[in-house]
C-alpha cells in the first residue's frame, strides 16, 4: 500500500498529431472578426489609463501578445528583465476595478447571483460606452470575441462537445452532478429568462455573452482590469496577491520567485490568487478541473489536468506529464473501476474519425481546437490509466505490486491546499 504521492501510472503517451487538413480562409464567425490593431491600441491606452488612475506597472513589466511574432495570439503579462523575489509587479488600483455592492460580498448568496450581478454592472458600463468611468477596459472587453466559451459557441460544436463529453459528470453550481449538457448549456440553465437575463421589473434583457464574460475575465465581486490580463497556469503559479483581490481599495501582484526576461507572470485560476477575504475559501474548488476550465474559460488548460467525477465514488485524479509518458495521482477519491475506464476509451475511440474530422471545415477555428485537445487528454488519459491497471495486473500475478494502485486511497486526498472559487 502506498501513499497517493507514490500512487502513479505512467505511460508514453503520443499527442494526437492527426492534420486536421482545414481550410485556411474559414472565419472564426461570420459576424465576429477580431481586429488586432485595434486590440493592441485598446491594451495600450488601458494600461496608460491604469497608471493615471494611481497604477503601477514595474518597468520590467510588460502586457503584450502571448506569441510576439503572432499579431493574433492571446494577451498576457511578462517580464523582459530580471526581478527579485517579492517585488511589487503590477499594482491594482479600486478605482479602475468595476465592483459590486457589498451586499454581494457577504457570502450568503448562491454563486449565480453573484455573477448575475456582475454582468448586469458590466453591461451598464458597456453601455455607457465612452462616458463610462471604465471606458479604457470597456474599449478592451468590446474587442474579445464573444464566442470563446462552449456556452456560447455553434450548435454544431455544443453538439461535439457534449457528445465528447458523454456520460462523464461535472459538478454545477449548486455542486450536483450533471451529466456532459452542463459544459454549454449552463448560462441557460442558472440564468435563462428571469432567473438573470430578464429583468422582468424593468422590461429589460440582457444577451448572455455578458454572463460569460463575467464568468470569464471576473473575480467574483469584481471585474479587474490589468489583473485580467495573467493566464492561468497550475505548474507555475509565481506570483501573489496582497492584501486581496477582493481588497476594494485595490492590491498588489508581487513576484513569489526570482524571474527572469521572458518569464510569464502566472497564477492558477483553480485557487484563490491570495486566499484572504474570499467567503468560500476552503470549501469549493476541490470539484474544479479541466473539464470546468473549459467551460468557463474556453480552453484545455495546459498539463497537469485534474478530473473529478463525483458520481463515480468520488474520482479525483490529478494527470501530469513525465518523460516517461502520463502520470496519474490520487487526489484523496477511489480508484475507478478499469470497466468504466475501459466504456469510456470505447466510447472515445471512434469519435475522432467517425464524429470531429468530418466537421473539421464546419466547426469554427476555436471550437474545433478545444474539442480536438479536449478529446485527445481525456482519451490520453484513461488509456494511461488502463495501461497501469494492466501492468498492475500483471506483477500481481508475480506476486508484486509496484505501481501503487490500491483499493483503499481513502486516506490519500485529505489535508490538501484550500481552494476557493475565485475564478
Ligand atoms: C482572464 S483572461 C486572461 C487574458 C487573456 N489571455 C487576454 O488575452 O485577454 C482569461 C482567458 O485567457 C485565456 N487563457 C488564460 N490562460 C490560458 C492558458 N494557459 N492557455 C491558453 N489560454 C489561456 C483563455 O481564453 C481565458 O478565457
Redesign the pocket.
Known amino acids: 500500500k502506498e501513499d497517493k504521492n507514490n500512487a502513479e501510472a505512467i505511460r508514453s503517451t503520443k499527442r494526437n498529431t492527426l492534420n486536421l487538413n482545414v481550410h485556411d480562409n474559414r472565419r472564426p464567425r461570420d459576424d465576429h472578426v477580431i481586429d488586432n490593431a485595434k486590440q493592441d491600441e485598446a491594451v495600450r491606452n488601458m494600461v496608460k489609463w491604469s497608471i493615471e488612475q494611481g497604477g503601477y506597472i514595474h518597468p520590467y513589466v510588460e502586457i503584450r501578445r ?1 506569441d510576439p511574432s503572432d499579431p493574433s495570439s ?3 503579462a511578462f517580464v523582459n528583465g530580471p526581478v527579485k523575489k517579492d517585488e511589487l509587479l503590477i499594482k491594482i488600483p479600486g478605482s479602475i476595478e468595476i465592483q459590486i455592492d457589498d451586499f454581494f460580498r457577504m457570502g450568503k448568496l448562491p454563486y449565480s447571483d453573484v455573477v448575475c450581478e456582475l454582468a448586469w454592472t458590466l453591461k451598464r458600463e458597456y453601455e455607457l460606452g465612452e462616458d463610462s468611468k471604465f471606458a479604457p477596459y470597456i474599449e ?1 472587453i468590446k474587442t ?1 470575441s464573444k464566442y ?2 462552449p456556452a456560447m459557441w455553434t450548435d454544431v460544436g455544443k453538439s461535439l462537445i457534449t457528445k465528447v463529453q458523454g456520460d462523464l459528470s461535472m459538478m454545477d453550481f449548486d455542486l450536483e452532478d450533471t451529466p456532459g449538457e452542463h459544459m454549454h448549456n449552463w448560462i441557460y440553465e442558472y440564468f435563462g429568462g428571469e432567473l438573470c437575463l430578464l429583468d422582468a421589473d424593468n422590461e429589460e434583457e440582457m444577451e448572455e455573452w455578458y454572463v460569460a464574460m463575467a464568468t ?2 471576473g473575480y467574483d465581486y469584481c471585474l479587474i482590469p490589468i489583473y ?6 497550475n505548474e507555475r503559479v509565481n506570483s501573489i496577491t496582497r492584501p486581496s483581490i477582493y481588497n476594494r481599495d485595490g492590491f498588489g501582484v508581487y513576484a513569489l520567485e526570482d524571474l527572469n526576461a521572458g518569464d510569464e507572470i ?1 497564477y492558477s ?1 483553480y485557487d484563490c490568487p491570495d486566499c484572504k477575504g474570499c467567503p468560500t475559501c476552503g470549501t469549493s474548488l476541490e470539484y474544479w478541473g479541466t473539464p470546468e476550465m473549459i467551460r ?4 484545455v ?2 498539463y497537469p489536468h485534474r478530473f473529478y467525477y463525483d458520481d463515480m465514488g468520488p474520482v479525483y485524479l490529478r494527470v501530469d506529464e513525465h518523460p516517461d509518458g502520463l502520470e496519474i495521482s490520487n487526489e484523496g477519491g477511489e480508484w475507478p473501476e478499469i470497466e468504466w475506464i475501459e466504456s469510456q476509451i470505447a466510447r472515445l475511440k471512434p469519435m475522432f474519425e467517425r464524429d470531429i474530422y468530418p466537421l473539421r471545415n464546419v466547426l469554427p477555428s476555436h471550437e474545433l481546437e478545444t474539442i480536438v485537445n479536449y478529446h485527445g487528454s481525456l482519451l490520453d488519459f484513461f488509456t494511461a490509466y488502463q495501461e497501469v491497471d494492466a501492468a498492475d495486473s500483471k506483477d500481481e500475478n508475480h506476486g508484486e505490486s509496484d505501481t501503487g494502485r490500491d483499493e483503499d486511497l481513502s486516506d490519500g486526498g485529505e489535508g490538501d491546499a484550500p481552494h476557493c472559487r475565485s475564478r
Open positions: 502571448w492571446y494577451f498576457g478592451y474579445q470563446q466559451i470569464q475575465r485580467d490580463m495573467l493566464n492561468h497556469s502566472l485560476y468557463d474559460f474556453g480552453f488548460e495546459p
